[in-house]
């Protein structure tokens, strides 16, 4: 496929001294300057609304671009680097308060203009609104957001029509950075690139899909935006959403962006809505308390509870979510997907299992049933790939047989470096290649599901139940028993 070239441009980082933007939107940029796919003209501005030191900004993308990267960072490509970057004041929202960014960029009116928006949803208003008032706005700026766009569906739909008074949808680029990840892109090809597994994809064949977004870490300094979301808004609304509408969606007509998203957005029109009754079944919530932290194995002292973290004596807040979904049409009648993402779990790790339906007669031994195959895709920490098949065991004396994995190991088979999200996700955005970004309806969509649920645990003041930092969580006890939740045993290696 031919790559569209990236013409000259000036990227805006309003939140110039965020913690996203330190910790991926400088260190990808910078990535990829030295990859030198960043070959042409271009600026980036560091807005901030109170002026700091040059050298203590220097000193913090210094940090986060060493912690990023694998190799030590050299001195001259590093200041080749921060002659690209200036820090722009831009106090308040007023004409003048934009004064000194505008008069920048009239400097190189010829550019792109990108908006990267790494603030509060509560400010996208204001910052378009004055964006469109100084004439910074033309046919080729685009804008990028990032999460939370919203905490239910009308507030989604208020920020975007802020943002529709300055931005068209083929403007704006709302970022889900699963959708950056090098494995997360592969589903597209393991889907549509190899006939075997798409002509076995469907329920006829298939008995579960599982998607699990495993984290060890607690909400760390986010507690103020973490109580207001939730596991639920926090990861499954945006993440496993995504990655569930990639397993289940039809093949686009072609790979381009509105034909990608229209698919995807069948699926999660197809998703079937919760009710009290289903919810008290198919839906699970925790919160953990204290407990161990498994991948910092020596710490002697005990991990703090969710509500010591955030310095509150209650919370309903979930901190972790396990549903079973359904996706009501032709293709995915009857299969359950679950859904489950948790902090402070055992372990750090994420994957999709496709657990295939058994052969339906045992042939060498009729008393019991052959575990079906499965496809493990594991996206987090290590990038593989695991076909489970049935073996036969070595030896004379019959048929005795045991699952056996087939490995594919993206570092055995590919020597390079697997780029982070955000560069993948940056270059897309300077090349107006939006496959790989939400668009609105899908968003809406997804609230949708995402208030049935919410509905449900307020109308019935579900509560939490308590898990101990460093275990499974509650899915462990509660979904293994009533819902055959787990991986399946023969495969279990937790
Ligand atoms: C973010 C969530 O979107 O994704 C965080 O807000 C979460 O709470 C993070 O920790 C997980 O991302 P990753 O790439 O580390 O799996």
Redesign the pocket.
């Known amino acids: 496929m031919k790559k569209k070239i990236i013409e000259p441009f000036n990227i805006v980082v309003f939140g110039g001294n965020s913690d996203l933007a330190f910790r991926k939107i400088y260190p990808a940029l910078y990535q990829r300057f030295i990859d030198n796919q960043l070959n042409c003209n271009f600026n980036i501005y560091a807005v901030i609304r109170k002026r700091i030191s040059d050298s203590e900004f220097r000193l913090n993308i210094e940090k986060f671009i060493s912690s990023s990267s694998k190799n030590d960072i050299d001195n001259n490509q590093i200041e080749e680097f921060f002659k690209k970057i200036s820090l722009t004041e831009v106090p308040n929202h007023t004409i003048e308060g934009y004064s000194t960014l505008k008069k920048e960029l009239e400097k190189t009116k010829e550019h792109q203009n990108i908006y990267y928006l790494s603030t509060p949803a509560s400010a996208f208003g204001d910052i378009s609104i004055m964006l469109k008032k100084c004439n910074l706005i033309n046919k080729r700026s685009k804008v990028v957001l990032e999460?939370?766009l919203g905490f239910d569906l009308a507030s989604s739909k208020t920020i975007n029509s802020q943002l529709n008074k300055s931005f068209s949808e083929d403007q704006i680029y709302r970022i889900?950075?699963?959708l950056g990840?090098e494995t997360v892109q592969n589903l597209m090809v393991l889907r549509f690139a190899n006939h075997i597994f798409e002509h076995a994809w469907s329920s006829e064949n298939i008995e579960s899909v599982q998607i699990t977004?495993s984290?060890s870490?607690g909400?760390?300094k986010?507690g103020d935006?973490?109580e207001q979301?939730g596991a639920l808004l926090?990861?499954v609304q945006?993440?496993l959403l995504q990655l569930l509408c990639l397993i289940g969606m039809e093949p686009p007509v072609k790979l381009e962006a509105n034909f990608v998203r229209d698919e995807k957005l069948k699926v999660l029109k197809s998703l079937r809505l919760l009710n009290y009754e289903s919810a008290s079944k198919n839906v699970v919530k925790g919160q953990y308390t204290r407990g161990k932290n498994i991948d910092n194995i020596n710490q002697k002292k005990k991990i703090p509870s969710y509500l010591e973290d955030i310095g509150k004596f209650e919370s309903n807040t979930e901190t972790f979510v396990a549903i079973k979904a359904f996706i009501d049409n032709w293709r995915w009648k009857g299969t359950p997907f679950y859904l489950r993402t948790g902090?402070r779990m055992k372990r750090?790790y994420?994957d999709i299992i496709i657990n295939f339906k058994p052969v339906k007669h045992n042939l060498f031994n009729n008393d019991e049933e052959i575990p079906g195959n499965a496809l493990i895709i594991t996206?987090?920490p290590e990038e593989k790939i695991e076909l489970v098949q049935m073996t036969k065991l070595p030896g004379p004396g019959g048929y005795r047989y045991k699952p056996v994995s087939l490995k594919l190991d993206f570092l055995d088979s590919f020597s390079q470096r697997l780029p982070e999200?955000y560069e993948r996700l940056i270059i897309d955005i300077l090349r107006g290649e939006q496959t790989l970004f939400m668009r609105q309806d899908e968003l809406e969509a997804a609230w949708t599901w995402i208030e049935s649920i919410k509905k449900c645990w307020k109308n019935n003041d579900i509560k939490n139940i308590l898990y101990e930092s460093g275990t499974w969580g509650p899915g462990d006890s509660i979904l293994n028993k009533n819902h055959s939740w787990t991986r399946k045993n023969n495969y279990e290696d937790n």
Request: net charge positive; no cysteine.
């Open positions: 999460k939370p889900d950075h699963y990840k977004v984290e870490i909400v760390e986010r935006y973490y979301s926090d990861m945006n993440h902090k750090r994420s996206l987090q999200a």
